[in-house]
């Protein structure tokens, strides 16, 4: 079992449209995670962490449910501008900061 | 500007042939770290530094080495004995220190072809 697992998509929805990421990992143990957001051919960028109370950045919510070991990622009034994959990240507990990466769901936001 | 420089973009090698890619940073950052990304798959630690004249292995070391001389710059040489070298490869720091994630910042990345 991958220790971070996403559904590639593609998810293809309409400008305007809301969509939801989920990605579940497997060490309970885990302590900190991330959403990074990675255009085709490019480097990944942080979009957001994620905190176990929620958060929300913009368009943007981050939720994490420790008990069930899933974190999501919810985009509303999507942008074509939005489409790119984005990175489900989780830290797992102590040691150096080491950081595992999801695979990876692709977003194609269309007019 | 503050950032993280990778060279080359593209690198083309022959099989048989050590590369070195070229990592760059002036964050001041104490960490970084080299990760490979494939196809279908999430980016893999290759090695990593915590400080100046210090490295370790990560999940995929095998093929792969570092230096890290100078705080600056942790370069990455692909050596012969790395089987399946053709990948995206990227560069990352941070600020570095031990507890809760610090956030990485990556490279713009170097794409090695094995021709």
């Known amino acids: 079992r991958k220790e971070v697992e996403q559904d590639p998509g593609p998810f293809n929805v309409p400008e305007g449209a809301t969509v939801a990421f989920n990605c579940t990992y497997s060490?309970?143990?885990?302590?900190?995670f991330f959403w990074y957001r990675q255009d085709c051919r490019k480097e990944p960028k942080l979009l957001m962490s994620?905190?176990?109370s929620g958060n929300e950045d913009g368009r943007f919510t981050a939720q994490l449910n420790r008990a069930s070991q899933y974190i999501s990622l919810l985009i509303r009034d999507s942008k074509l501008s939005d489409s790119a994959t984005y990175l489900c990240?989780?830290?797992?507990?102590?040691?150096?900061?080491?950081?595992?990466f999801g695979a990876g769901t692709r977003l194609a936001v269309h007019p | 500007d503050g950032g993280i420089t990778q060279s080359p973009k593209y690198l083309f090698r022959k099989e048989g042939q050590n590369v070195t890619l070229s990592c760059e940073q002036n964050?001041?950052?104490?960490?970084m770290y080299w990760y490979r990304q494939d196809p279908g798959q999430g980016l893999r630690l290759i090695y990593y530094?915590?400080?100046?004249?210090?490295?370790q292995k990560g999940d995929i070391a095998e093929g792969y080495s570092v230096s890290r001389e100078k705080k600056e710059s942790f370069p990455l040489t692909v050596t012969s004995a790395q089987k399946n070298p053709t990948a995206f490869y990227l560069c990352?720091?941070?600020?570095?220190?031990?507890?809760?994630?610090?956030?990485?910042?990556f490279g713009p990345g170097t794409r090695l072809t094995v021709l």
């Open positions: 964050l001041n950052h104490d960490a």
């Open positions: 990240v989780v830290k797992p507990s102590g040691g150096y900061n080491k950081l595992i």
């Open positions: 994620v905190y176990s």
């Open positions: 060490n309970s143990a885990s302590q900190s």
């Open positions: 530094s915590q400080i100046v004249n210090d490295f």
């Open positions: 990352a720091s941070s600020k570095g220190g031990s507890g809760r994630a610090d956030t990485q910042y």
